[in-house]
């Protein structure tokens, strides 16, 4: 089935929307609450060129507005405690925080981190879906394109280089088995989000 199939109208426009091991069916049938709440703040927001223009130094406003939208609808940033035993003796494996989690959802935001952050990322949703405390993982970073088509007419293509966070670079590491058996969408934005506010 077609993943824009199973969301509002003009989200091809706005979206590159990919999915692994049934990860939409899961999502609108079994956690129909987080889905709504998925589709309504991505449907409301903009990739406003005064948000990409502002200049470095702690959480981009592109990513604040989107987990400050879900936290609004009861996600919350959440670190797992989990360990393994080993011949009687427990080790501590406690996982990196997931920037927004709300029942068996995890979603995490790359807007522009080192490629890294990738594979944090997916080994943790690999981890817990395994250990049975997450049923879908989620991915929201920018298309590739935005490259070529928004931040370097504006001069700031040095700002979102190549060995940053873009679907590009995530789809090897998902193809090759990054998230393990975990169901996974990956929420790609692209220029037709893109609104000229300055």
Known sequence: MDPYSYFPAG?????????????????????????????EVLDAFELRESSIMRGGGGKSLVSGYLDGALYKRGWAEKGFDTATMIDGVTYATPTHKIDCV??????????????EFFDRDLNNFRMLHTLGAISVGIIVTRDSGLQADIFKPRNIGNKYGASTTHLKKLIPKVDGGGA???PLLVIAVKS???????
């Open 180 to 182: 393990g058996g975990c």
């Open 11 to 39: 989200f091809s426009d706005k979206y590159g929307i990919l999915e692994w091991r049934h990860a939409l069916a899961i999502l609108k049938g079994e956690f129909s609450e987080q889905f709504e709440d998925l589709c």
């Open 102 to 115: 709300k029942g068996r959802i995890a979603l995490d935001i790359e807007w522009n981190n080192k490629t």
């Open 192 to 198: 037709g989000a893109f609104v000229a506010d300055i």
